[in-house]
């Protein structure tokens, strides 16, 4: 059973156009949540969170959105730069659990 | 600050060998997690240590097993190793609170033949 889905393995956009990659959970028991972005042979980067008492957070170009009644989060990037394409994981937490549970990821590519 | 490492880089290990990998996290972290990456399965958790215990577990065989230092330097053990074993293995490290982020090592790329 998983309990974090990131339903779109991949998603394609025009650079300086806006990306949004999408996080859906199942977990009610999940109170935190985080995204990451993964280059290739390097370790997972954190790149943004949001507690489930907020309903958006933004950092920059980054602003993370939360819909707790649809179980459901996403990331905007605006604008979409080239050096953004990577595999982003949203990961979510139960912070009395204490570990994260993580989504499979979606690779963005930004075309120039 | 130096960042998460990890040692090896690469592995190559036949079935039925036993493989340990070590995960230095970053200097005043004690939170040490280990997660096994997999194509098409994303980051499956494996096991998270706090100040030498065990905090988190993971629903892999006993197959997987961890510990944690004094000094917060982890190692993973897998013994037995199967094909379907191979995968990036990345340690995380962070300071244990619940609202902290972790900060990833570059990962040990195992390939079992």
């Known amino acids: 059973d998983q309990q974090v889905k990131q339903n779109s393995p991949s998603l394609s956009v025009q650079e300086g156009r806006i990306s949004i990659l999408n996080c859906d959970y199942t977990n009610s028991m999940f109170d935190y949540f985080l995204w990451y972005k993964k280059y290739p042979a390097e370790g997972p980067t954190f790149l943004i969170s949001?507690?489930?008492?907020?309903d958006k957070n933004e950092d920059g170009r980054f602003t993370v959105f939360l819909n707790k009644s649809a179980k459901h989060l996403s990331l905007h990037i605006v604008p979409s730069q080239p050096g953004d394409s990577a595999v982003y994981f949203c990961a979510a937490k139960d912070t009395n659990a204490g570990k994260s549970t993580f989504g499979d990821g979606t690779t963005l590519t930004v075309k120039p | 600050k130096a960042g998460v490492t990890q040692t090896p880089r690469y592995l190559i290990k036949t079935r039925g060998q036993q493989v340990t990998l070590s995960c230095s996290p970053i200097s005043g972290h004690r939170s040490v997690s280990w997660y096994q990456q997999t194509p098409g399965q994303g980051l499956q958790f494996l096991f998270e240590y706090f100040s030498e215990t065990q905090r988190n577990k993971g629903n892999f065989p006993g197959r997987f097993s961890g510990r944690q230092f004094s000094n917060s330097r982890s190692e993973m053990n897998v013994s037995t190793l199967e094909l379907g074993d191979s995968a990036l293995y990345l340690c995380?490290?962070?300071?244990?609170?619940?609202?902290?982020?972790?900060?990833f090592g570059p990962g040990t790329r195992l390939t079992v033949l």
């Open positions: 949001i507690s489930s008492i907020k």
């Open positions: 995380a490290s962070g300071r244990g609170g619940e609202l902290n982020e972790q900060f």
